[in-house]
């Protein structure tokens, strides 16, 4: 068990001798959050077992990040795609080297990989841009980040998810978007499959990676939804974004399946 993990344990015991002896024999329902100096918007909560599908693999603190609202605007084309970009949370001070993959923004935000592609997917088509994104977040430090993927998909863990798709029935198209983490779909797009039916659709497959390519994510989209026509995109090289812009757009456009046509 990490330090941090048992400071909150310790936390846990003193708090519970002394609300037990504030209310009796009442049971104490909720146990209040461990203060912390995250980011405003995100809160580390003490005692969600959740949470040690994260920490049990490396000593970080995750942090709970809030639901955000999705909005559709009426496309028939949906662009999901997860990233290492939205499910880390960057805070004041981190360098390059300990966020390693994270490209950060002059104005303290972060680009992902495969958010970049999912971005110039959603131009090209008009589709509606979709971050899926996961209850807790991942470590800034990259080798972290590695052991906590390749732990959750060892373990066969599926990631809770906090942004979700109210209407996926008005999609035809699913640009699904990813980074290959553990030689295969990461977690957290299995999750994101086990949530929705997408029988009928056509899935759209795009992945970036250090050279694993498409991996055996193809084979695996297929498994999980055998009514949809499941085709692959392009792999790109994370070495090779800047570059894959043009190779993106004329796929899409020589895919012969843009929503107008
Ligand atoms: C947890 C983790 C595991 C990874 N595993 C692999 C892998 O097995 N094969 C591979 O080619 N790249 C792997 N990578 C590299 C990423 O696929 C690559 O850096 C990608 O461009 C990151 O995209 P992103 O910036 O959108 O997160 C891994 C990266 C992470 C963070």
Redesign the pocket.
Known sequence: MSSYQLNICAAAICLCIVLTSCTGNKSVEKMPAVPTNEPTETTVLAFDPSVENYTKYTDYSPVKAEPAEFTSSGSNVLVAYF???GNTAITAGVDAVSSA??EIQSDGTTV????RMAEWISEETGGDLFLIRTEYTYPVN?DQ??R???GQDRDGYRPVLISHVENMDQYDMVYLVF?????TLPVQICSFLDEYDLQGKTIYVFT?????RF?NSLERIRTAEPEAEVIAGIAVS?NS?AESRQQIIDFIRESGKLPSE
């Open positions: 990233s290492r970009s993959s994270l992902g990989n495969a958010e990259y980040t590695v906590v993927g390749e980074p290959i983490w553990h030689y970036t990676h250090a050279g694993s991996a994370q974004i």
